[in-house]
């Protein structure tokens, strides 16, 4: 079946370090390609998404790329803030299901 | 508007007790789905609904139980609570299913005894 699979956190960083956490994925077909972001006590709110090959999904500086040839969907950002902390998703959209990976926990620090 | 709501914040229950879990939305989207996120695991769907009447399994759906009367409402039921049914319970909504955009609502805490 459908999995995503996401690099084990906490990862931890200083202000205006660049941030990379990495996807990698397991679908038959060409699924969709997202990243969704948990703030502390909250919900989980869409970041970006790609749908296709060599898509870029950006928002709020970060950046992922829908890799087909690698099945990856690594997130980036270049300078990430002490507002950046908290909980990141990647998942992968087939059929009438959204599947997640386990999450990565960002912890910024001033 | 208010978005996804999801009643209530808090819960502890006895192994045994049943309870409905709420969730309502009022953007007029078809899709509406349940997941629970624990540790280390991220999220996994336990049922999805593509339109009023009409429900799906997902992943995990043993011991919980929906229903879809209103394109408003998805409340999700225990039946009879176990520990290992401990978590931290989100519905979500969307217009045509996953492909676009999920709204979460806040989430309910769920602690079985």
């Known amino acids: 079946g459908d999995s995503v699979t996401q690099m084990e956190g906490p990862v931890t960083l200083s202000e205006e370090a660049f941030l990379t956490i990495n996807c990698t994925y397991t679908a038959t077909g060409y699924p969709s390609l997202f990243w969704y972001v948990q703030y502390p006590g909250e919900g989980l709110q869409l970041l970006l998404k790609?749908?296709?090959?060599?898509d870029k999904g950006s928002n709020k500086g970060f950046e992922a790329t829908y890799r087909k040839e690698t099945t990856s969907f690594h997130l980036e950002k270049g300078s990430v803030q002490v507002s950046d902390s908290a909980v990141y998703f990647c998942a992968l959209h087939a059929g009438n299901m959204l599947t997640f990976g386990g999450g990565t926990r960002l912890m910024v620090k001033p | 508007n208010a978005g996804v709501t999801q009643t209530p914040k808090f819960q502890v229950l006895k192994t045994g007790q049943s309870m409905t879990l709420q969730c309502a939305q009022d953007m007029n989207h078809e899709y509406m789905s349940w997941y629970r996120q624990d540790p280390g695991m991220g999220l996994r769907l336990i049922h999805y609904s593509v339109g009023a009447g009409i429900t799906d399994q997902g992943e995990v759906p043993n011991g919980y139980n929906v229903s879809r009367s209103t394109t408003e409402d998805f409340p999700l039921r225990l039946l009879s609570a176990a520990p290992s049914q401990t978590s931290v319970y989100f519905c979500a909504s969307s217009a045509s299913g996953p492909r676009n955009e999920q709204f979460f609502g806040p989430g309910t805490r769920l602690t079985v005894l």
């Open positions: 790609a749908t296709k090959a060599d």
